[in-house]
């Protein structure tokens, strides 16, 4: 089942909603070798960490030396563009920050995280600017697809992640990408990543659907339900909408 360009709207608000937004580690960064930075530092790497504009601005200006710093006001960036409450700041905070993440690609080619918050930039900087929507969609899949290459397992098997939203969420072809057996394959590679991520299965389930698997896409949601710790005063209730999935999933297998 594929989607159609009106689909489109909610893409990039969808994808960067997953992509996670807590804290960054405090310590520097480990460069590895040249070109990259330990892999350990990269998949610690949390995207959205909270941050100021006087520290973006420190960032900004090493930046032009250090790729770390770029990957730091990259981030940082993608904060304030989340905070900010008008759209044009929000277009502008998002046009700097994908600079930067580019500046880091440059400095440091062979570092997943820093083709991945290229792509993330470049998909915050579409979701500002409507009118350049479609034509920002390959740059963030050839992004993301480098960045799931070189290291899969940057924020929760967040490259396979937002491919998988990419895929689901795009018009299909000839229009754009869209192809929800693709997104299928890589929420699946995402979840390999790390299956206690809710939001990688939570995916899968929606990219199942889909693609007309109900059956499939409801062991995915009974595993997240059943895995997901409840708020105490709705025990009760979970439970018994926990064993209504269940007899629903058994109905779809025996269909």
């Known amino acids: 089942m594929k989607k159609g360009p009106s689909a489109f709207r909610s893409l990039f608000v969808v994808f960067l909603v997953l992509a996670g937004?807590?804290?960054?580690?405090?310590?520097?960064?480990?460069?590895?070798?040249?070109?990259t930075i330990s892999v350990t530092t990269e998949t610690g790497f949390r995207i959205c960490a909270p941050c100021t504009r006087d520290q973006v601005q420190k960032w900004v200006t090493a930046a032009k030396q250090d790729g770390p710093s770029a990957l730091e006001a990259a981030n940082c960036y993608a904060f304030l563009v989340k905070q900010e409450k008008n759209r044009e700041l929000r277009l502008a905070d998002a046009v700097k920050g994908r600079k930067l993440a580019k500046t880091a690609v440059i400095m440091l080619p062979r570092s997943g995280l820093a083709h991945y918050l290229y792509a993330y930039l470049t998909g915050l900087e579409a979701e500002n600017d409507s009118l350049r929507g479609l034509e920002l969609?390959?740059?963030?899949?050839r992004e993301a697809l480098l960045a799931s290459?070189?290291?899969p397992a940057v924020d929760h098997g967040g490259p396979h992640r937002m491919l998988g939203e990419l895929?689901?969420?795009a018009p299909a072809f000839p229009v754009s990408i869209g192809d929800s057996a693709r997104a299928v394959d890589h929420?699946?590679?995402?979840?390999?990543?790390?299956?206690?991520?809710?939001?990688?299965?939570?995916g899968l389930a929606e990219a199942l659907l889909s693609e007309e698997e109900p059956g499939k896409a409801c062991f995915e949601l009974k595993k997240i339900l059943s895995e997901m710790p409840p708020n105490s005063k709705i025990i009760p209730l979970w439970k018994r909408a926990l064993e209504l999935l269940k007899r629903l999933c058994d109905m779809q297998e025996i269909e």
């Open 167 to 169: 895929y689901l969420r």
């Open 149 to 151: 290459d070189l290291n």
């Open 187 to 202: 929420f699946r590679l995402a979840v390999d990543q790390d299956s206690e991520f809710f939001e990688n299965r939570l």
């Open 21 to 35: 937004c807590t804290h960054l580690p405090d310590q520097p960064m480990d460069m590895a070798e040249k070109g």
């Open 137 to 141: 969609v390959p740059v963030i899949e």
